[in-house]
């Protein structure tokens, strides 16, 4: 497991959930939502440089809306869209994508289980999803010994991927 701190987002039409890791890559937890729009970049790069400034940042992971075939609608292309603006707005940090099937669905059961209802559950569901993600994330690396997902290139980035050994 690759050490540092990792930053989850689960970018939505309205609202952007974050979430981030702990330094060892073990537990994800939330952060904040994010109101998606003008500035919305410009906060995510506050909370990575807030976050760099304690902790070494290793990335940024994405959910990636993906059908439960697999497959790719618009909203994965909206998403992919939005991630090469992220990435190219946090280079040289790497920026992936991970399959966030159902996240959504599933933090809004695990907030209704809870008890969480209402306008308190759509403002924490983004940031829930977020964290559904960055641990579904740091499992699967935890697993395979391999970062997870794809990794967003930008225009000039050499792309090396290797294991950690």
Do not use: C, N, Y
């Amino acid at each position: 497991m690759r050490p540092g701190v990792r930053l989850g987002i689960d970018p939505g039409d309205a609202r952007i959930g974050v979430a981030r890791s702990d330094p060892s890559g073990f537990l994800a937890s939330p952060v904040e939502t994010v109101r998606r729009g003008p500035g919305d970049l410009k906060r995510i790069r506050q909370l990575l440089r807030a976050t760099a400034e304690e902790s070494t940042l290793l990335e940024v992971v994405v959910g990636l809306p993906r059908s439960l075939s697999g497959g790719e609608g618009p909203a994965a292309a909206k998403i992919r869209e939005w991630t090469a603006l992220l990435a190219a707005s946090v280079a040289p940090l790497p920026v992936r994508l991970v399959d966030e099937r159902l996240t959504t669905v599933s933090a809004e059961a695990m907030l209704r289980d809870r008890g969480t209802k209402g306008a308190k559950r759509r403002a924490v569901v983004d940031q829930a999803a977020a964290v559904l993600i960055l641990q579904h994330a740091l499992d699967t690396e935890r697993a395979t010994g391999l970062p997870p997902g794809e990794l967003v290139t930008t225009p000039g980035m050499a792309v090396t991927e290797e294991p950690d050994v």
